[in-house]
């Protein structure tokens, strides 16, 4: 008898196994949301010195460094890297860590697709980045890669990045449906749907959302693979087919596409400002309907990115009130945070100085967007330096700030250490001037007329281009500080404790569990129905 | 267990999503077509309209274009004219092939302002055709049209256009 249970104690308790294969074959939703966040850190460095160069190019009017062929490559691959390879990969990380831990289950509902969705993922990228060492150079569209530019006119490279588009797709379409089915079945008993921690919620409405419009983007490639090679014309005017409806498909993807890369920030954020204000969240159900209404608007708004193809009054009219639209959950949103925040016993831990800049930059990113949405404005903006401002507000101290929020507050949770508070400030203040000083003085420019994607400009637009470039260095290096602040904590961090933030361990069941988060946690699922046990 | 018939359906959802991808190929053609937007030209069948419609006159203007490196000669017989709703007309349009290749060729047309195009009616165009012309050839052919008396006042000048297409490389697929 004894002998029975001693077998089954060690099949359940048994470390990871050890060196490189541990993390080839691992199933473990721990291991694989470290591979994620790993990747996508690394990834952050190298769409990061893209980035670098391109500013590097702009300090000065002239063509300095680099030809235009490799600034347009960089541009795009700028833009591919930080989008497919850093903030959504950094995501599904976070939501393979916490998704299990905060609704207690044991692991992720398919483990073994876990491990091949997230090992295409390098393989994806090194297909699109072998593509610098080929005869032709690398993607050179535009992260957009409008056709007939991605299909008359690509280098022959195009046809690597379609494949490597095809693998990201197939990447995050798994692991959408695998995130959907844990949180849909795995449900420790008790946590009703409307009880699901926000990050929960928002990750299960995020994963709908890519697997609606991951597809489409697949068609869209496979369209102009056809196109390329197969002598269809889908976006070949000479042949009947429409570049215009290029634009449609592919905003039809793009638009839920920049939700997708919200949405997990909005829930990220707002565990952490209900946990640093010491108070349960403002407007819990208000939280849920308003991201599960900005992803149903998501669809009918794709069109604001193409206010000057042509469209006839009619369509104008349309885009831009549905676009404005969604200021309204996401007003909700931003009230909901600031009421958290309200007469609550605020601390200011890095974390949460992370997410208080969120709200801040975030909203002068969405403001922006307004103005984006109105139609006859937009003649002016469109294909501006505000454009770039306008998502790069949203996207760098928006998306970007919570997954570094989001890092900084589960870190200890994760690593059994505390990082060091002093430096992980610095890093916010950094971060904090630095990313204003790159993208705000964009506004300016843009409205001043300023074309976005081209090597050169005018010589009015010299100085602010040069404090761009200079907030864009700080910024970087700004980052390597992170990285310093992340290593320094795993291996000469002092030990957590379980409930690592005074007061969080009524804020989830992640910090009912040790620290380290021990590899396997909620073997046997808490129980939660009885109202005692449920915070 | 639902888990199954959970990943079942999302599988479902992903290979819909993929098709309506490609749905929306159809989708966007037919939503021009009836909305005639885009500047999308009506194909050739012309339904009489109603004769106590008043007419007017109005001008119409013809641009023509040769895409990218297209080399031919492409040219209307006059660059404007003026017309009376409601009647027939014809322009005579010449193309040339400069080369010394046999090569195809496509027009694609647009008329603008875009809402004006669902009244552009043309009874008889090249468009409609792939020309394939013999090194140095030339060819005149002409486009027959009608515009709508049931066209909009504010509408007082319609522009036809026409892209020229190199399509020699395509037509060898077929
Ligand atoms: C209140 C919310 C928002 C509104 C009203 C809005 C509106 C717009 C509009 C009208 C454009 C097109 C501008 C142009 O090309 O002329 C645009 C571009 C863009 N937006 Fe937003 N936006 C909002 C929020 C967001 C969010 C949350 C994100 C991402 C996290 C985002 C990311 C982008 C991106 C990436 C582009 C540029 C795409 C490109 O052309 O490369 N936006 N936005
Ligand atoms: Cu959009």
Redesign the pocket.
Known sequence: MSAVIESHHDDHHHGPAKGFSRWLYTTNHKDIGSLYLWFSFIMLFVGGAMAMVIRAELFEPGSQIVSPEFYNQMVTNHGLIMVFGVIMPAFVGLANWMIPMQIGAPDMALPRLNNLSFWILPAAFGVLLSTFLMEGGAPNFG??FYAPLSTEYAPPTVTFFIFAVHIMGASSIMGSINIITTILNMRAPGMTLMKMPLFVWSWLITAYLLIAVMPVLAGAVTMMLMDIHFGTSFFSAAGGGDPVLFQHVFWFFGHPE??I??LPAFGIVSHIIETFSRKPIFGYSSMVYAIASIALLSFVVWA??M?TVGMPIAGELFFMYS??L??IP?GVKVFNWLSTMFKGSLTFETPMLFAIAFVALFTI??LS??M??IAPA?FQ???TYF?VA??HY??VP??LFSIVAAVYYWLPKWTGYMYDEVLGKTHFWLSFISVNLTFFPMHFVGLAGMPRRIPDYAMQFADYNMIVSVGAFLFGLSQLLFLFNVLKCVYYGKSATAEVWEGAKGKGLEWTVDSPAPYHTFETSPDLTNPQTNN | MGQTKNVFRLLLLTFGMFGFGFGLVPLYDIFCDITGLNGKVTGPTFSSYDEELETRTMKVTFVTLNNKNMPWGFKSDAPQMKIETGKDYLMNFTFTNTTTEPMVAQAIPSVSPGRGAKYFHKTECFCFEQQYLAAGESITIPVKFIIDPEIPNDISSLALGYTLFDVTEQFAYK
């Open positions: 992260w957009t920049v939700y890369m919200i604001h990115h206010f676009t404005m969604i200021a996401t990113g969405g967007g307004l984006l949405a937009d903006y469109h294909d454009v306008h998502f949203v996207l928006g998306a």
